[in-house]
């Protein structure tokens, strides 16, 4: 089985540019500066996962879940599905090659145009016309559709008698997902999807449209090298551009480059530019503030009245039954004087390797009677078939904070369960589950470990853009800002990058992956100006590679 990755013992000194990360702002930037000719090395602290490797049993899910909290890391380092959980607010998010693309829903979304009309952004960011031309290059690679039959799902046709009830229809929105099945726009032949609703765990079938199987092939495609299981420290100035720290299981490598770009997601790259800063490079005062959760909350609604179907299946399927993508359908709360009061409901589904311990989390809720139940039937009949799983997104106030405590990120939002957008969330979801005869259950875990604090998926900012250093730790290339005494308020360190959700400098109320991907398309744009470069991004022809082996593509 052919892999992107590389060994540790080909990774080279010096390159021109080092990608950490490889999410999609690493594989946008991989891919983009590869085609342009330049010698680029990805680096990911996880491991590569190749179609048919994600976990499809609870005892593989077990081994891939890591727990990090105030005082005790849990699990591999190199594990999956990455849960920190915080004193004010959890965070669950991707560690792998491709990033937090190979455990999200897919949902590909623009955001209300008012989001980017804030003035927390860049005046560029409105005005140069190239965030329009990121949306339409990430559509182009990503190729988000709508499910044709999305509405068919057991799962949408409960969100959709909501809809009508409450007089808001419900739509199919568009998913990076490959229903039909072909070859996509990295030249990588996807079988069609199966509808076992497993997006969230790991697509087995290959038909998700991750960063793994579209950017990063393209990349190794024009020559970039491609290394996991190497975690970066922190960035310095070198004589020629800059030294990469960089930790491995043989030690801790030094590696130099003209240009680093550091997209290592919200959470890592927060991590990196603090610790850089604690060595002494200088960063803006702004770094680690605007986090934002995006205004997220995953509920369930339990007993509902009618089957629901909301538990994936698998690849192969372990019951014959059509789940769905992992998203089918959403509900709109649309404002048009109130841009925060917009929220947008979406029903989930549970991975299928939860599905032998999934009665046992409901246990502190008192629903005893049927956690039993449903482990003598399994989780596909009896109560746990009638399971409503519910992804909201919304805005907050960004007034999440990253610092340092001792070498370990933290995250600090004192109030951050109180928010307003929490409440109306709330009382959405009260009415969506009353409606189906079910009972809310906004965290079964609530009497563990877990607590009351509210928990996000979509985590961003940390590093946001901003007009100058005074508000903002990257400008709107990307470029970071040099926060050094003397320097100019818009003054950047040459040849190092920002590239990821944590430039997000607001709440999006959508999926982020598509503004994510668009933003880092409109920085290489950019990138390719300032340094006289040039690509293209268009789709790659010749011999399709295949979905299992697409480390082929550099062949």
């Not at 790991?202 to 998700?208: D, F, H, R, T």
């Not at 310095?236 to 930790?247: D, E, N, Q």
């Amino acid at each position: 089985m052919t892999r992107l990755a590389r060994p540790l013992s080909q990774l080279k000194s010096r390159y021109d540019v080092i990608v950490v990360g490889s999410g999609y702002g690493g594989g946008v930037t991989a891919s983009r500066l590869a085609r342009a000719g330049k010698r680029v090395a990805v680096l990911e602290r996880g491991r590569e996962f190749v179609t048919g490797e994600f976990p499809g049993r609870f005892p593989d899910l077990k081994n891939e879940m890591q727990i990090t909290t105030k005082h005790l890391h849990t699990g591999s380092r190199t594990g999956l599905f990455d849960v920190r959980v915080g004193e004010d607010m959890h965070v669950l998010i991707g560690c792998g090659l491709g990033g937090g693309s190979l455990v999200n829903a897919g949902v590909a979304l623009r955001p209300d145009a008012r989001v980017f009309a804030d003035e927390v952004w860049p005046g560029q960011i409105a005005q140069d016309g190239l965030l329009d031309e990121g949306f339409a290059r990430a559509q182009r690679w990503i190729r988000p559709q709508s499910h044709a039959r999305a509405g068919e799902m057991t799962k949408a046709k409960a969100l959709s008698a909501a809809g009508e009830a409450f007089g808001r229809p419900v739509v199919a929105p568009p998913v990076a997902i490959n229903f039909d099945g072909g070859i996509n726009a990295a030249g990588i032949e996807q079988p069609g999807c199966t509808l076992c609703g497993d997006c969230c765990g790991g697509c087995n079938v290959g038909a998700k449209n991750t960063v793994a199987l579209t950017y990063l092939p393209d990349a190794v495609r024009h020559g970039a090298e491609i290394f996991t299981e190497i975690k970066v420290d922190h960035v310095a100035k070198a004589p020629a551009g800059w030294h990469v720290y960089a930790a491995t299981a043989e030690g801790t490598r030094v590696l130099e480059a003209a240009v680093v770009v550091i997209a290592a997601g919200t959470l890592g790259s927060a991590e990196v530019m603090l610790r850089s800063r604690a060595k002494g490079l200088a960063l803006s005062d702004r770094l680690g503030q605007r986090f934002t959760a995006n205004g997220d909350i995953i509920a369930f609604g339990y007993g509902a009245k009618v089957p629901i179907n909301a538990v994936g299946v698998g690849h192969p399927a372990k019951v014959d039954t059509e789940i769905g993508g992992s998203v089918s359908v959403q509900m709109e709360f649309r404002d048009a004087d109130r841009l925060d009061h917009q929220l947008c409901v979406q029903e989930g589904v549970i991975p299928s390797a939860l599905a032998p311990v999934l009665p046992l989390l409901f246990v502190p809720n008192g629903r005893l009677l049927g956690a039993l139940k449903s482990l003598i039937a399994g989780v596909y009949n009896g109560p746990f078939a009638h399971l409503q799983t519910y992804f909201a997104v919304s805005h907050d106030s960004a007034s999440g904070r990253f610092t340092l405590d001792g070498d370990q990120l933290k995250l600090s939002w004192p109030g951050a369960k109180d928010e307003a957008v929490y409440q109306r969330l709330d009382q959405a979801l009260q009415e969506i589950v009353g409606h189906a005869g079910g009972d809310y259950v906004k965290n079964p875990l609530s009497g563990s470990v877990m607590g009351h604090q509210p928990a996000t998926a979509h985590p961003l900012g940390g590093c946001s853009m901003g007009r100058e250093r005074a508000d903002g730790v990257v400008n709107h290339k990307c470029q970071v800002f040099d926060g050094a005494a003397g320097a100019a308020s818009t003054a950047v360190h040459e040849g190092l990058y920002v590239i990821d959700g944590s430039v997000v400098a607001r709440s999006l109320g959508v999926n982020p992956l598509l503004t994510i991907t668009a933003l880092s398309e409109r920085a290489m744009l950019h990138f390719a100006a300032d340094h006289g470069l040039r690509f293209d991004d268009a789709a790659v022809t010749g011999a399709p590679i295949s979905v299992y082996a697409p480390g082929a593509a550099a062949a």
